[in-house]
């Protein structure tokens, strides 16, 4: 049974930086294309940055290209997100992701989910 298990959200202000992070067990993690989605409240879920097993290939969103990092450490089977410049509109329930494959972009391609975890930016 696959287990993804986010920490790190919370409440911060504008400006600041979060790291999340997501520890999976289940899987075989070094092979894993692994992302983070984000859901605001009326919105749609949406990938913001994914990675590829080996943590060679990113990518980004538009809307988090140069302010997020995502990482990943194969050795603890966790994957991050550094975020920095945090903006009021980066308040989100942020939910980690195992992928079926890479080069998606789409929840429906998603196998496996975290719970989520609150990010709440305040300006």
């Known amino acids: 049974q696959v287990q993804l298990v986010e920490s790190g959200g919370g409440l911060v202000q504008a400006g600041d930086s979060l790291r999340l992070s997501c520890v999976a067990s289940?899987?075989?993690?070094?092979?894993?294309?692994m992302g983070w989605f984000r859901q605001a409240p009326g919105k749609q879920r949406e990938l913001i940055a994914r990675i590829t097993g080996s943590g060679k290939n990113t990518n980004y969103g538009d809307s988090v290209k140069g302010r997020f990092t995502i990482s990943r450490d194969n050795a603890e089977n966790t994957v991050y997100l550094q975020m920095t410049s945090l903006q009021s509109e980066d308040t989100a329930v942020y939910y980690c992701?195992?992928?079926?494959?890479?080069?998606?972009?789409?929840?429906?391609?998603?196998?496996?989910w975290g719970q989520g975890t609150q990010v709440t930016v305040s300006s």
């Open positions: 289940g899987l075989t993690f070094s092979s894993a294309a």
């Open positions: 992701a195992a992928l079926r494959f890479y080069s998606t972009r789409r929840s429906e391609d998603v196998r496996d």
